[in-house]
T-cell receptor
Framework: DAGITQSPRHKVTETGTPVTLRCHQT?????MYWYRQDPGHGLRLIHY???????DKGEVSDGYSVSRSKTEDFLLTLESATSSQTSVYFC????????????FGPGTRLTVL | GENVEQHPSTLSVQEGDSAVIKCTYS??????FPWYKQELGKRPQLIID?????GEKKDQRIAVTLNKTAKHFSLHITETQPEDSAVYFC??????????FGQGTTLQVKP
């Protein structure tokens, strides 16, 4: 597996609380992505980054924000978690962007009660 | 915008049979078409990809075909084995530089 880790791996939180998920890579890849995976919906892009401090929205960005202050770290924040954000979150990295292989992290299972 | 429909959602085959999964898309600007495999509890991993200037690509028991005119591409797995059981996702990328994934196909290979 590519050098990509996610923390935490599991989290249970309550509605209305802020949550931050971290993605860390050691591959020095330029592109980083956050997806959520839900049954019947496949993998849906939340936000992505094409460089330090350069981010853009994906198809399901409402309720989420991201930050990338260093090449190796990409943070996903749920400002006020809702039950609809219960999901498995995957981070991915890519050297050349959308037309190149994406390497996925191990995933974070988030439950919002 | 880009959109991709994947069928079937579930597929059950006997060991040794072939499996075919098809994806259709709407944006003619799409030019990169990867397939990912996700085993239970694991992360998705790329198994094969194809670009728009190629009609077919093979890698041992798996192959992908692309029909740009009809806007569909398919994954073919021959001589299926129990370890092929997994969820398979098609995806595509176009001018936006982002990957759009299909809804996934759960393949079960019965011994």
């Amino acid at each position: 597996d590519a050098g990509i880790t996610q923390s935490p791996r599991h989290k249970v939180t309550e509605t209305g609380t802020p949550v931050t998920l971290r993605c860390h890579q050691t591959e020095n890849h330029r592109y980083m992505y956050w997806y959520r995976q839900d049954p019947g919906h496949g993998l849906r892009l939340i936000h992505y980054s094409y460089g330090v401090k350069d981010t853009d929205k994906g198809e399901v960005s409402d309720g989420y924000s991201v930050s990338r202050s260093k090449t190796e770290d990409f943070l996903l924040t749920l400002e006020s978690a809702t039950s609809s954000q219960t999901s498995v979150y995957f981070c991915a990295i890519s050297e050349i962007g959308g037309e190149g292989e994406q390497f996925f992290g191990p995933g974070t299972r988030l439950t919002v009660l | 915008g880009e959109n991709v429909e994947q069928h079937p959602s579930t597929l059950s085959v006997q060991e040794g049979d072939s499996a075919v999964i098809k994806c259709t898309y709407s944006d003619s600007a799409s030019n990169y078409f990867p397939w990912y495999k996700q085993e239970l509890g694991k992360r998705p991993q790329l198994i094969i990809d194809i670009r728009s200037n190629v009609g077919e690509k093979k890698d041992q028991r798996i192959a992908v075909t692309l029909n740009k005119t009809a806007k569909h591409f398919s994954l073919h797995i021959t001589e299926t084995q129990p370890e092929d059981s997994a969820v398979y996702f098609c995806a595509l990328s176009g001018n936006t530089g982002k990957l759009i994934f299909g809804q996934g196909t759960t393949l079960q290979v019965k011994p």
